[in-house]
């Protein structure tokens, strides 16, 4: 397969994951509600997605390094929203 291509579908699949996250990060944002988020999904969620970035960071993977530390951002969020507003 085309390395651009493969590229072009890791982007997109990237841009796709970290989207998802969008919606949810706005909600918490707007409401302070986060009662019916896991705790613990967050937790390792955010742990899982530290490690994808340093596995990008260290086979330099374009598409891995940019959805993980946006959605780290996104995700971190909410976390840092899960335990401020419980």
Not at 28 to 52: C, E, H, N, P, Y
Not at 57 to 66: F, M, N, R
Request: aromatic letters at 8%; one cysteine or more; charged letters at 10%.
């Amino acid at each position: 397969m085309d390395p651009l291509l493969t590229k072009l579908i890791g982007f997109a699949a990237a841009t796709c994951t970290t989207v998802a996250y969008a919606p949810q990060a706005i909600k918490v944002w707007k409401t302070r509600s986060t009662g019916d988020i896991s705790l613990g999904m967050f937790l390792v969620m955010v742990l899982g997605l530290a490690l994808w970035l340093i596995y990008g960071l260290l086979s330099g993977d374009g598409p891995l390094i940019a959805s993980n530390a946006v959605t780290m951002l996104l995700a971190g969020g909410i976390l840092v929203m899960k335990l401020r507003y419980g």
